[in-house]
């Protein structure tokens, strides 16, 4: 029989059967007994002989999981930066350059996040896809890169669906319904349908509307107060068909849309140059937690299409498959940036209602991909299996910035031009930009093409030792042309490149002591892709930064190598199972973002070495029929080995940035432990009813490598509102934070019930730090969503 339909999609019905651990009816799950596609074939996740993960839906619903960040906090090293919906940023085993700001379009992912075959990650944005109807999440941790490619540098996150299955007519729905303590309301409705159309054809469509409700308040001019502004929407679907013309041959398109419109940012304030405790001629403004102050209402929108092909052909021994995909994006991020230009305006001599002109930053994105992947894989038993294949991409990328300040170019003539008020040629528009009153603007369309060939082979050496050796070669070119105006920057036209190539060596060797443990190592490599940096604002830029941070025009790719041991162990009667990982991992030119001081301006260093270094494990064990937990926990020590200085023209060397020799690496904590927990019990002979507990403990980090340059945390501010103090003080280093959720549920194999507290201590965390102009305008963090009470029913029919 076919291998392409041995393994689907009973594989795929009995993977989630097996990761839902508890089983259903009485009957006795085993642990272990879990198939996974992390090497592009279906097999046993014990005999992957490498660090990974798998969580199946039920798991992931138990413990309260809506989103990637929620995923993160059941997986060993798993770590991801909340800026925003849809604008996480994914880390793996302490592997991280920091915060990435929206602004930094030319930075590629750490972590590759495919959905099935096709790839959606794409730097600061990666999508927040609705987790429904999933078959499981696979986390695959340390450098993919030989079959995954560029940004695997760290590891991989797949989001596994559910296939179209051709055995019947079925679905299921399901409504939640929450409530913010101290915030607003909200709920979602979801649904699935899977229709067997006939013997060789199903249809499977999934549909979600979700109303997400908002946590944060903000202050507006004159006092008043607009609540919950971080609330909004996000719905979407998919639809699958699986066709099987013949015994060999499965055809699946597919396509995937998810829109998102939020009204603000999960942002609390605690520094705003126009609102402040301070100031004297100036209305004082003093913020509380989960409090921000804007002037202009923002927003952030994501419109997300994916519609991908999936072939699947068998000749005798030997499966061909093709993976064609087309991503359209659209996202915009609004922002009020009232504060940061009005501390330019302060700078420039303005005073009073000049400085607090609105001025709201329009930051878009535009993105057009095509990936092609062919391959071919081994379809037979024996002592050697290979997979081998080609990949193509193309990718369309615009960004642009707009930052419209009505009244602008009149004040700036007012302020700078002799006499006061008189035509200098400081107007926007003679300055590069499109129209009048607009201090900045960009321009900057990219367009990246990359070509890969990778093959993989595994063989068997004896019973129980087998080996795996893979390699990829890649080539890719970028080019971006760029147009920057207003006054605001220094007004430029002019395009960029920048390429490479390479080729990324994988070494597995895996030993069975007995059936119940494996053993393993491994050398591999990954990469990030390098890109081309932005000009400086020159006309903001002193002398010493310009100097410091001028001339450089790209930045290379950052190479990293893994060493790993590890070993999976099964005991208690295949009812337990420990996985460990010990780990190190030596990086070349890791891509630092870096704030280009006075200029105002972001752009990427590398850093000549760095380095990870930790031990992960995962304990899941289900001693009972009725009870089930799991617990898992890092331990990594991932620091800077390099230092980077610049030598003022009064002969003066300093570190740039904080990078130095022994810095941490920003956005990751040294330890963090998870653990979750069930019990089910039968109320009677058809209803069942359980409790599912989960705890979450993330250590301290920064946000950025340069947070820990000595006084970063205190700053000199400006004089607006004649303030009282002349300087002011934080800590950057993020505070580690616990999350606990509890769920309870009652339910037969038709419907569940169950009631659910998220963040059942209220923990109010700081997720990462936001800035704006070097701190002078405005210091933020971001925070979690706070307690939520919630109540939810699922009913399935047809089945």
């Keep these: 029989m076919n291998r392409i339909l041995r393994s689907r999609p009973a594989s795929m019905v009995a993977a989630a059967v097996a990761l839902a651990i508890a089983s259903q009816a009485g009957a006795q799950a085993v642990l272990g007994e879990i198939t996974v596609t992390a090497r592009k074939r279906a097999e046993s996740l014990l005999d992957v002989p490498f ?17 990637i960040e929620d995923v993160s906090r059941n997986v060993a090293g ?10 996480s940023q994914v880390a793996l085993r302490g592997v991280s350059s920091g915060k990435t700001d929206r602004d930094l379009p030319g930075v590629k992912e750490q972590v590759g996040v495919y959905f099935d075959e096709s790839v959606i990650s794409l730097s600061l944005f990666t999508p927040d896809l609705e987790l429904y109807d999933l078959n499981r999440v696979e986390v695959l941790r340390g450098p993919q890169g030989t079959l995954f490619g560029s940004g695997s540098l760290s590891g991989t996150i797949r989001y596994i669906s559910n296939e179209p299955d051709a055995a019947g007519t079925y679905g299921d729905v399901e409504l939640t319904g929450s409530s913010i303590d101290g915030g607003g ?26 109303d997400l409700p908002g946590f944060i308040d903000a202050v507006q001019p004159g006092g008043s107060i607009r609540s919950d502004v971080n609330s909004g929407t996000r719905y979407g679907f998919r639809a699958a068909l699986r066709l099987e013309p013949s015994d060999n041959l499965v055809i699946t398109p597919r396509v995937i849309y998810q829109d998102i419109d939020m009204d603000g940012y999960n942002r609390t304030d605690v520094w705003n140059i126009l609102a402040n405790p301070y100031t004297t001629t100036e209305p004082a403004v003093t913020l509380s937690d989960r409090q921000q102050y804007t002037q202009l209402t923002e927003k952030f929108e994501d419109q997300f299409l994916l519609a991908d092909l999936t072939i699947e052909a068998g000749f005798g021994n030997h499966t061909l498959t093709s993976i064609s995909s087309y991503t359209d994006r659209d996202i915009l991020v609004l922002r009020d940036a009232t504060q940061l230009t009005g501390s330019v305006t302060f700078d420039l001599g303005g005073s009073g209602a000049q400085v607090r002109l609105s001025s709201p930053l329009y930051d878009q994105t535009t993105v057009e991909m095509f990936t092609q992947e062919l391959r071919l894989a081994s379809d037979y038993t024996g002592r050697w299996q290979w997979v081998a294949g080609a990949f193509y991409s193309d990718i369309e990328r615009h960004y642009g910035q707009q930052l419209p300040t009505p009244g602008y170019d009149d004040l700036v003539q007012l302020l700078l031009c002799d006499p006061p008020g008189s035509d200098c040629g400081l107007r926007s528009t003679d300055l590069g930009t499109p129209v009048d009153d607009m201090p900045f603007y960009s321009d900057i369309p990219y367009d990246f093409r990359q070509f890969a060939l990778f093959a993989e082979f595994n063989f068997e050496l004896s019973e129980r030792a087998s080996a795996t050796v893979g390699g990829r070669y890649y080539d890719f070119k970028e080019e971006r042309n760029l147009v920057f105006g207003g006054l605001f920057s220094d007004p430029s036209i002019g395009p960029g490149s920048a390429k490479s190539d390479g080729f990324l060596p994988r070494v597995l060797l895996s030993y069975d002591v007995n059936d119940n443990m494996q053993v393993n190592a491994q050398v591999s490599r990954g990469f990030r892709l390098g890109g081309i940096n932005d000009p400086l604002n020159l006309t903001l830029c002193t002398d010493e930064d310009e100097e410091t941070f001028g001339g450089r025009d790209s930045f290379e790719d950052e190479k990293l190598t893994n060493y790993e041991l590890g070993a999976k162990i099964g005991f208690a009667d295949g009812r337990a199972q420990l996985n460990i990982s010990v780990y190190h991992a030596d990086i070349d030119d890791l891509q630092v973002p870096v704030v280009a001081g006075s200029c105002s301006s972001r752009i990427v260093f590398n850093v000549p070495s760095a380095h990870a270094t930790g031990v992960e494990f995962e304990l899941a064990a ?100 004649s303030p009282t103090i002349t300087s002011f003080t934080f800590d950057p ?43 002078v305008a405005r210091v933020g963090f971001l925070t979690n969503q706070p307690r939520t009470f919630g109540l939810s029913y699922r009913r399935s029919f047809g089945r």
């Design 622 to 721: 289900q001693p009972t029929e009725r009870f089930d937990f799991g617990v898992s926990a890092t331990l990594v020590s991932s620091k800077l080995d390099s230092t980077i200085t610049s030598t003022s023209s009064a002969g003066v060397t300093s570190i740039v940035a904080a990078i130095e020799d022994g810095n941490r690496m920003p956005s990751v904590p040294k330890v963090q432990v998870a653990a979750n927990a069930t019990y089910r019990w039968p109320v009677s002979a058809a209803l069942e009813a359980y409790v599912t507990a989960s705890y979450q403990h993330t250590g301290d980090r920064y946000t950025q490598v340069a947070d820990q340059a000595s006084g970063f945390g205190t700053f000199g501010i400006r004089g607006y509102g």
């Design 51 to 67: 660090a990974i993960s798998a969580r199946s839906e039920e798991a992931l619903r138990n413990a309260g999981a809506s989103n």
């Design 733 to 775: 280093l993020l505070p580690s934070y616990d999350i606990a959720n509890v769920r309870v549920g009652v339910g037969t194999d038709v419907w569940e019930a169950a009631l659910f507290v998220n963040n059942l201590t209220d923990e109010s965390a700081r997720l990462g730090l936001d800035q704006e102009r070097g701190r």
């Design 185 to 210: 309301t909200g709920g979602n409705l979801r649904g699935m349908v899977n229709v067997g159309l006939t013997d060789t054809a199903a249809l499977r469509l999934v549909g979600y509307y979700s």
């Design 78 to 87: 798993f770590t991801v930066q909340n800026l925003g919906p849809g604008q």
